[in-house]
């Protein structure tokens, strides 16, 4: 099957050009001018792209499909959550396995293997979260490294449930230092946290909005430089998810100018939404996340750091909970409010409209962090990120004019509300291919089932310097 995009602006992390492409089963054959008229003739199909920019397919390396969290699950599941990101011009997602406390890594790998496979749309590798870190679990890094699963997450955060003290995250460290693993932070000082936490309750603040005041930037900013020092001390790289208080960017820059491998993802909730979306009574609920939204200037900060490249790449962290039967388990404490948001399907247009459109960031520079930069940190490079000769079919063909508004009602993640609800976007991705194969035309899903197929991801090590 050779499919033929043609007429468009190819928009790539090093610059844009107009060119046509054609694809050659699964991957990208030619990428040039012309190639209607010569490779390009007897295409079994070809896409019309005028006006529009052909990208590398969008690739979240943070979703939590079905994660047990805060007593209940993450509503999407690999299938329902797959087919968002879609819509929505992801074409790869890497989710996280967990690691139950007292169960082995491979108990939790083996049961989100089973979850995600024969239902995904899109292509999706995994990250493995470490509850507990001891010389079985250690060894276990070593086998998931070798089979494509080389990257940890752990958690300063979350005491009794998935929170690792310094020991044990120094231990995980010295161990990538062995086998080229990297680890993941969710960099927030927990205990500082849970004791701020109690004193808002016992002093009657129950409401959602508090779960944004506990949880001082100060906290994430400590944590972060925590971390990295603590990798610097192991002579490994860290990743700092979910960034999202200016004190912890301040902690990476300062860490990245001194020759630290630091490196930092934030989300779209903490460059658009505030920490005044936590008010409004229990409806603040449904903006409840950790790390917390933060008031209007980290994410003013945020957007130099994206721009600046003191943070590498956009992820969403969705991580899906219905506000009627799920949210509502916190209702009178905060603290029960099962943690984390939709996003998984709007990404890439928040990132546009608000970055492009709005002037923080070219679009080269959008195509970076949504694609090109996770796909080099994250060990998929050039075989995703790239529209180039031998890469992945994976494109889309992106309208930078066309503008819709986002809402709960027409949205495909399977959750009852959204946090960006009647805003109006520009950019929408028309046509979606994942290895060649269309599966999203004209915001019609015209994909299966399954087509999504396991990643196996190396650690790209010499990516993971500092320049
Ligand atoms: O609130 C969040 N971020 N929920 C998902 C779990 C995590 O910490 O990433
Ligand atoms: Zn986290
Ligand atoms: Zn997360």
Redesign the pocket.
Known sequence: MRTLIHGGTVVTANGSHAADVLINGATIAAVGRGLEATGGDGADKTIDASGKYVIPGAIDV?T?ME?P?GGTFAKDTFETGSRAAAWGGTTTIVDFAVQSRGKSLREGLDACHAKAEGTCAIDYGFHMIMSDVNDATLAEMDALVAEGVPTFKL?T??PGVFFSDDGAIFRAMQQTAKNGGLIMM?AENGPAIDVVAAQAVAEGKTDPYYHGVVRYPIFEGEATNRVIRLAEAAGVPVYI??LSAKEALHSVRVARDRGSAAFAETCPQYLLLTLDDLGNGFEGAKF???PPLRPADHAVELWKGLAKDDLQVVST?H?PFDFVGQKDLGKGDFRKVP???PGVENRVDLLHDAGVVGGHITRERWVELISTAPARMFGLYPRKGAVAVGSDADLVVYDPAARHTISASTHHMNVDYSCYEGREVQGWSTVVLSRGKTIIENGAYVGAKGDGRFLRRAVSQDYLKVS
Do not use: K
Request: hydrophobic share 40%.
């Open positions: 943070h939590h994660l969290f958690f955060a979350y969710h998810v979910h409840v996340c950790s962290d991580c943690n984390g948001l």
